[in-house]
């Protein structure tokens, strides 16, 4: 949520920066902005709306200048308008800073500062900060980045900032709490600031990850210094970045929505590799090694997180507690946080997120840990800030997703949790061999499967063509197929504003059944198994009162086609493991619905993808 980059060098950084917050615009574009130094002057320029909006204004400008900070901004405090857009900048104009995060006593902190006569121009939470640092450093003789560690040590909530001052046209001072901020390093003292690597990784692979209450000063004579909040000096830990440029272009897709539903037969390979044999018969997930028999003997394993990857932990609660016979509770972060949960030491907390940097995960996990809970932690962003803070864990490897609606970090991480139940089950004993072996195949025919679905592309934007106009839509499913439908719910509000909700199929007739219609598109996920026969009642039951049926079946399916209006078949697969394929469908209808519906896809309305508030 919001993102923030800088640059000093000997470069121009203006197209430096610009180009970084286009990478970055997936945390939130209500506005951008850019401060340059330039010639012993601090130049602003700030526009509502998207970075090109920016950089339309900003093109005809002088934008000159080796020394710079950008903002592309979610809203938090005040309207999405040019004057709210960071940075924000000190009333003698000679100081500007950039925000990620929520000052939660900015109120307190607003007053003195208006009571000692400085004047607030916007309506942010972060307007505070620049002048509470100018407010230091005009009463007290010391450094800019002393100045910032003291306003630092007044603040409550989280921040990453990054302060720009004419008076130090040498340094920029940055630092973070709770919001990401990494420090990339260039040749010959140049130095470049994001909320993720990805606007760093084509000038250096050499960063730094800034732990919390860390202050980063980085001068072009003096290179990289770090300080903790408390003044203690500490050695900047430099390590290689993983990323590829490539990873973060479209590739020739419309959108990353696309490529990223497309890439999912290599990210869910790429998820499993070196993770399981079918052949040999092993699986292993070695971040978690040591826990193993901590996660078997655990008197409950928790699961936490948000949105999408809320649902994957549903999906993997089914599975660890069929195949392992382990006690797993799901739950959403932010409710966990704030009802006094029962945790003790025999608890096993899990965190689950694509970014890694969710900020009610994060405190959730905090509090666990802070109640004596072993936390483990199932992440795609290396060095995000839940990887380090967890006992241990496991990355999914699905590589950069940029599209702001998750797809292929869904199917990773049900990926991960498929590869930990089986590894736990077998490891206790609770499942046979054979079906082990059975699992340990099939999951390895999924990226095959996956392809397969992939290529029916053009049957499922025909039914989006027939339910583009929809009002609502219904998606229902039985046991593990019940988070795919809230899942798939999610995916069609989400991109195309279409309502949507997901049921457990059986639970339509306790009330939802009242919304059936000729107008109401219902999807369901019919596949062979356990339920089925229970899900072909369900679905005559939507027939009987006039909906669509949009089925997702099993190949080679008879009953159900002779029911549904439409039907979209998937290879046959164990009964655990249809997450992984029923999912992708559902992923293409609504991304072609939204398509349909003009909508951004990308970037739908309101919505960020790394969500730091809370
Ligand atoms: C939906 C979506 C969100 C995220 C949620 C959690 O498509 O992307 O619901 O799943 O904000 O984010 P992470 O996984 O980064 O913690």
């Known amino acids: 949520m919001c993102g923030i980059v800088a640059y000093i060098g000997k470069k121009q950084a203006y197209p430096i920066i610009l180009k970084g917050l286009k990478r970055l615009e997936y945390r939130g574009y209500d506005s951008a902005g850019i401060a340059l130094l330039n010639n012993n002057k601090v130049n602003i320029y700030k526009k509502q709306g998207k970075v090109s909006n920016l950089e339309e204004y900003a093109n005809t400008l002088d934008t000159s200048g080796n020394i710079g900070i950008g903002h592309t901004r979610w809203a938090t405090h005040g309207l999405p308008n040019d004057i709210n857009s960071h940075p924000h900048f000190s009333n003698d104009g000679k100081l500007a800073l950039i925000h990620n995060g929520i000052i939660e006593n900015y109120d307190v902190l607003k007053k003195e500062l208006i009571n000692r006569g400085y004047k607030f121009v916007s309506e942010t939470d972060t307007e505070v900060l620049v002048h509470l640092i100018d407010d230091i450093l005009k009463n007290e003789r010391i450094s800019l980045a002393e100045a ?43 130095f470049f600031l994001a909320s993720d690597a990805t606007p760093i990784v084509e000038y250096t692979k050499q960063v730094v990850y800034l732990n919390d209450e860390e202050i980063a000063v980085v001068d072009i004579n003096e290179g990289l210094k770090i300080v903790h909040l408390s003044n203690q000096e500490k050695t900047p830990y430099i390590q290689e970045l993983e990323l590829h440029l490539e990873a973060l272009e479209k590739g020739g897709f419309e959108h990353f929505m696309l490529k990223e539903i497309y890439e999912q037969p290599r990210s869910i390979h790429d998820c499993f590799r070196g993770r399981l044999n079918a052949e040999e018969g092993w699986v292993a997930l070695g971040g978690i090694k040591d826990y193993e028999q ?21 999906v993997g609660e089914y599975l660890i507690e069929d195949l392992a016979r382990i006690n797993v509770e799901v739950e959403y972060a932010s409710e966990f946080r704030y009802r006094n949960p029962i945790i003790n030491e025999n608890d096993v907390v899990i965190a689950v997120s694509q970014s890694g940097e969710t900020a009610d995960t994060l405190a959730a996990l905090e ?79 999924i990226p095959d499967k996956v392809k397969k679905i992939l290529e029916s592309d053009d049957k499922i934007k ?38 949507a909700e997901g049921y457990p199929a059986a ?22 198994g356990n339920s089925y026969e229970k899900v072909v009642s369900n679905i005559q039951e939507v027939k009987a009162r006039k909906g669509k049926i949009i089925a997702i079946v099993t190949e080679g399916d008879v009953q159900v086609k002779e029911l549904a209006d439409h039907v979209i078949e998937i290879p046959d697969t164990d009964e655990n493991l249809v997450p992984l394929l029923a999912t992708v469908p559902l992923q293409l209808i609504s991304y072609h619905i939204a398509v349909m519906r003009d909508c951004n896809v990308d970037q739908p309305r309101n919505l960020a993808k790394s969500v730091t508030v809370e």
């Open 148 to 190: 910032v560690r003291l306003a630092l040590n007044e603040v409550t909530g989280a921040y990453a900032i990054v302060v720009l001052s004419q008076d130090n046209p040498d340094q920029l001072v940055a630092a973070r709490k709770s919001s990401p901020l990494v420090v990339g390093i260039g040749s010959d003292n140049e």
């Open 294 to 314: 901590k996660l078997i003997n655990a008197n409950r394993i928790i699961m936490v997180a948000c949105g999408t990857s809320w649902h994957a932990c549903q």
């Open 367 to 445: 509090l666990a840990k802070h109640k004596g809970a072993t936390i483990l932690g199932i992440c795609n962003v290396v060095g995000s800030s839940i990887s380090r803070i967890t006992d241990a864990g496991s990355y999914t490897h699905a590589g950069p997703e940029i599209g702001v609606a998750s797809t292929k970090a869904f199917t990773a991480q049900v990926t991960i949790l498929t590869l930990m139940a089986l590894k736990l089950a077998h490891k206790k004993g609770t499942i046979s061999e054979s079906r082990f072996h059975t699992i340990l195949s099939d999951l390895e025919a």
């Open 462 to 499: 025909e039914i989006a063509e027939v339910y583009k106009d929809s009002q609502n839509a219904l998606y229902l499913g039985r046991g593990s197929s019940f988070p795919v439908a809230l899942e798939g719910a999610l995916k069609l509000k989400e991109i195309s504003y279409i309502h």
């Open 507 to 528: 639970e339509m007739k306790h009330g939802p059944i009242a919304l059936i219609d000729e107008e109401m598109p219902v999807f369901v996920i019919a596949t062979k």
